[in-house]
């Protein structure tokens, strides 16, 4: 199991073929508390680097952006009802969907955890 | 707001204080400002309605329009707003606007009368920051022989917001209890002048209050001590004014939007709608007369989903308007908005279609405010 980012603040988790998608903790900081969270469907196909999701604060919309492409497999049911889990325990209980890898591959394009912390400065 | 570049920033007397409190900041009409603390807008947001939110708006503009009466400084008043100055008792505060000769509003702002002794013919204002110097310059330009501006750079602006906010001003200044809103009380603490008016731009009851910027970070420090009393920062300070109906300039007005269409008649007294004589009277006074081809009016989104501004109005399948503010209502628990639509469309549970990220979005007009306004009066 390991953890890749995104320069727009996502994280993958992959685990087998699949992978657990959601924004990263210095993401929700710079977003403030996060009241609107808008899923894609079950089934979808996403691309690497399309929008996958809408998350908003109070103060601003931001697109989420699919880490890999794939089909979205499963969402977070429960996020839309309570966005805050997103600031609360957003590499946790946050996630937004889980993605069936198309192409292992796209996973070398992305950052590992000490090349992300060192991008935003932890 | 123009984006201003970090090296052209101006500081506010709490620029430190703000820091020091954890502030995120931020650049707001050419000031680093902050825009949350560590609590976050939500919180923050609900701290005020429940107790008391301390605010820094030292960037907007505090000045004096003074003469030797105030006839004299009331008439030339009266040539730039559209709100009745003359019949202000002393110590009597209002809401007006300046005009451009064609009824469009160049800037929101307050007018106070002076209540000083040796000052009768002084008229208090304060005006936004991102029009600050614009404001001075037309209202220099338009002053009669005799009618002076002058331009306060070294006093800091503070606001205390929320049910606990007078209480808390009352544990130093007793007198401020019984002082209705929209009036001032002058007074002395600990050597330290204090400009107190019951007012602000929350919706909530509160004080603005002016103070020497010398003054303002050991008076900011002992109201913290105060544990009803948290900072709070822009973020919070929009969503309440949101909730609260209330107008962001360059926002919901500005020098296309009339009063009237604004729906600021409120803010125009009678003698004035009848007299004319300010900027724009002829529109104004037709828009009066005959209403407005379209009003500001509030916009309640079915669901979660915040409408921005900018947001598409659509309604009979075509645009009947645009959102001008629009976010998260912390205290409404969902999402607020309000913009311009024709005046057809504008009676509160007409049903309308917001274009939000490319998808329509159901909305009703809903009346304003959205959180009930608890002004002392």
């Keep these: 199991m390991t953890t890749y980012y995104t320069k727009d603040h996502e994280y993958v988790r992959v685990e087998g073929d699949t992978g657990i998608v959601g924004i990263t903790d210095y993401a929700q900081s710079q977003l403030g508390d996060v009241v609107f969270v808008e899923l894609p469907e079950v089934g979808k196909a996403v691309k690497a680097g399309g929008e996958a999701a809408v998350v908003e604060s109070v103060k601003a919309a931001s697109d989420v952006y699919a880490p890999v492409s794939g089909e979205v497999v499963a969402v977070n049911d429960g996020l839309p009802d309570s966005p805050a889990t997103i600031n609360e325990d957003p590499e946790g209980k946050g996630w937004f969907m889980k993605i069936r890898l198309a192409d292992k591959g796209e996973l070398?394009?992305?950052?590992?955890?000490?090349?992300?912390?060192?991008?935003?400065?932890? | 707001?123009?984006?201003?570049?970090?090296?052209?920033?101006?500081?506010?007397?709490?620029?430190?204080?703000?820091?020091?409190?954890?502030?995120?900041?931020?650049?707001?009409?050419?000031?680093?400002?902050?825009?949350?603390?560590?609590?976050?807008?939500?919180?923050?947001?609900?701290?005020?309605?429940?107790?008391?939110?301390?605010?820094?708006?030292?960037?907007?503009?505090?000045?004096?329009?003074?003469?030797?009466?105030?006839?004299?400084?009331?008439?030339?008043?009266?040539?730039?707003?559209?709100?009745d100055i003359l019949n202000l008792k002393p110590g009597q505060q209002r809401y007006s606007q300046l005009l451009a000769p064609d009824g469009g509003i160049l800037d929101d702002l307050m007018i106070t009368r002076s209540a000083y002794e040796g000052h009768e013919g002084w008229a208090y204002l304060v005006v936004n920051a991102g029009c600050k110097d614009a404001d001075y310059a037309h209202i220099a330009a338009h002053l009669p022989a005799g009618v002076s501006l002058r331009v306060e750079q070294d006093l800091a602006l503070i606001a205390l917001q929320g049910p606990e906010a007078v209480e808390v001003i009352a544990t130093m200044v007793p007198a401020i209890r019984t002082v209705p809103f929209m009036a001032y009380h002058a007074a002395q603490l600990d050597g330290v002048w204090l400009h107190i008016s019951r007012s602000g731009?929350?919706?909530?009851?509160?004080?603005?209050?002016?103070?020497?910027?010398?003054?303002?970070?050991?008076?900011?420090?002992?109201?913290?001590?105060?544990?009803?009393?948290?900072?709070?920062?822009?973020?919070?300070?929009?969503?309440?004014?949101l909730e609260a109906g209330l107008c962001l300039y360059g926002h919901d007005i500005d020098t296309t939007t009339s009063p009237i269409e604004a729906d600021l008649k409120w803010s125009i007294q009678k003698?004035?709608?009848?007299?004319?004589?300010?900027?724009?009277?002829?529109?104004?006074?037709?828009?009066?007369?005959?209403?407005?081809a379209r009003l500001r009016v509030g916009l309640l989104p079915e669901g979660r989903q915040p409408a921005r501004e900018g947001t598409e109005i659509m309604a009979d399948g075509r645009r009947i308007g645009t959102v001008t503010s629009g976010g998260f209502g912390p205290s409404v628990n969902g999402p607020v908005a309000m913009g311009y639509v024709e005046t057809a469309f504008a009676a509160p549970g007409t049903p309308v279609t917001l274009i939000v990220r490319g998808k329509e979005l159901p909305a009703r007009i809903a009346p304003m405010p959205f959180v009930p306004h608890r002004y002392f009066r």
Excluded at chain 2, 40 to 63: K, N, P, Y
Excluded at chain 2, 224 to 234: A, S
């Design chain 1, 108 to 122: 070398a394009g992305l950052m590992d955890e000490a090349a992300y912390k060192a991008m935003i400065g932890a």
């Design chain 2, 201 to 241: 731009y929350t919706g909530e009851d509160g004080v603005e209050i002016s103070i020497p910027a010398k003054d303002v970070v050991a008076f900011c420090d002992r109201l913290l001590k105060d544990p009803r009393v948290r900072p709070i920062g822009l973020g919070a300070r929009d969503s309440l004014r």
């Design chain 2, 1 to 83: 707001m123009a984006e201003t570049a970090a090296g052209d920033l101006k500081y506010t007397p709490l620029d430190a204080w703000h820091v020091a409190q954890g502030a995120r900041m931020v650049p707001f009409a050419g000031y680093s400002m902050p825009v949350q603390y560590k609590d976050g807008i939500l919180t923050e947001h609900l701290w005020t309605r429940a107790h008391a939110g301390l605010f820094d708006v030292s960037h907007m503009g505090q000045c004096f329009v003074h003469s030797d009466s105030w006839e004299k400084t009331a008439a030339a008043l009266e040539t730039l707003v559209p709100a």
């Design chain 2, 271 to 292: 003698r004035r709608r009848e007299q004319g004589g300010f900027p724009g009277a002829d529109r104004i006074r037709r828009e009066l007369a005959a209403g407005p």
